[in-house]
């Protein structure tokens, strides 16, 4: 009897087992688009599928869009740049209401298993932290334009891009697929993940097996030969700083505009923008290559050391540190001792940078009573 007490336990269990076993998991799947790029709109689909029975049972689907990104400390409501939401379960409308400043709550009805969201992101900002869009190219900042659910942020999913006409080229450190589809393990990852989209030039080179992509966005004046042999100088010396590259593939995204510059560091990619005449003095040109080390540093010292209080990410809040000063100033000063390793520097104008960094700081008026900002 007790034999079969203990066999009839069993066979419950294993019944138990693969009942949980075969529940389909959450599902993710995104469609960007973007049909009329001179109104400056993406036209964005997310499909959530599968939905677990915590969702079913709370009769409503939070989607959220973050409000900053990472590696540029500063809140910028990126939801105010959304429009036109719509909700369906197939072909059943389902109500939708904005309930905080940067929520969509979709109501769930009693049979309904996945949720279809339809809406338009205003894109006219080229900057490295937000998104643009005009006829020329598109770029995304994933934080900006994503609709994402929290609960699942742990959830792979899709992206399927559809560029506008004769846009023929989609650069992003995401994993690829195939035909302008790609794929993300996590949120984190499709956040940190940034996309140019049109028909920029791209450089390619090899370092120790890792593939490098060099998106060139805009037109300049630069040689291609030696563009991407001094890139990959200065990424072949950051890497010997640690001794280990963390990635199996990465990705620059440049912009070359009519001034200004700047750049943010992502997992396996950076976008940075530059003056399209940058390469052609040998001071600016520096200058550029200065900016590609500090991006390309990142990769160690943020991406991977990093402040405490800088993860797990919270994308709907503030994250408060007090330790940037080591995120930033110990990156700024690896960008010059990186250049000056790899040949790209001459000692005494590698002097010279501290030199006047050193006269920056010092001078200021008010430098002994400062003001918090």
Not at 87 to 113: E, F, H
């Amino acid at each position: 009897m007790k034999k079969i007490v203990k066999t009839a336990i069993l066979l419950l269990i294993g019944y138990l087992s693969s009942a949980q076993s075969k529940t389909p998991t959450p599902k993710i799947e995104y469609v960007l688009s973007m049909d009329q790029p001179q109104t400056h709109y993406f036209d964005v689909v997310v499909k959530a599928s599968n939905l677990d029975a915590k969702t079913k049972q709370q009769g409503f689907l939070d989607f959220k869009m973050a409000v900053w990104t990472p590696g540029s400390y500063l809140v910028r409501e990126y939801a105010k740049n959304v429009e036109s939401v719509t909700a369906s379960s197939g072909n059943t409308p389902l109500k939708s209401d904005k309930i905080n400043k940067n929520t969509w709550r979709v109501r769930l009805q009693s049979n309904t298993q996945e949720v279809t969201l339809k809406y338009k992101v205003y894109a006219f900002e080229l900057s490295v932290r937000t998104s643009f869009l005009d006829d020329s190219h598109g770029y995304l900042n994933p934080a900006s334009i994503f609709l994402y659910v929290n609960d699942w942020r742990h959830t792979p999913s899709t992206l399927s891009v559809k560029p506008y006409k004769n846009w023929n080229t989609v650069s992003t450190g995401l994993k690829a697929l195939g035909n302008n589809t790609f794929e993300a393990e996590n949120l984190d990852i499709l956040i940190d993940s940034p996309i140019e989209i049109g028909v920029q030039k791209v450089l390619n080179f090899d370092l120790k097996g890792i593939p490098h992509k060099v998106a060139m966005y805009g037109e300049a004046k630069y040689d291609e030969a030696k563009v991407t042999a001094d890139i990959k100088k200065v990424c072949e010396t950051a890497t010997t700083v640690v001794g280990e590259h963390p990635c199996k593939d990465y990705t620059f995204i440049i912009h070359n505009i009519l001034q200004g510059g700047g750049g943010l560091e992502h997992l396996n990619s950076t976008t940075c923008q530059t003056s399209r005449t940058s390469y052609e003095n040998p001071k600016t040109y520096q200058s550029f290559l200065s900016l590609i080390a500090h991006e390309y540093f990142h990769l160690w010292n943020v991406k991977r050391i990093r402040p405490k209080a800088l993860g797990p990410f919270d994308y709907e809040n503030e994250n408060y540190t007090h330790m940037l000063w080591f995120s930033e100033g110990c990156t700024s000063f690896y960008q010059s001792y990186i250049l000056r390793r790899a040949n790209l520097m001459t000692p005494e104008e590698y002097l010279t940078t501290y030199a006047d960094e050193i006269s920056v700081t010092e001078k200021p008026t008010g430098k002994q009573n400062p003001v918090s900002c």
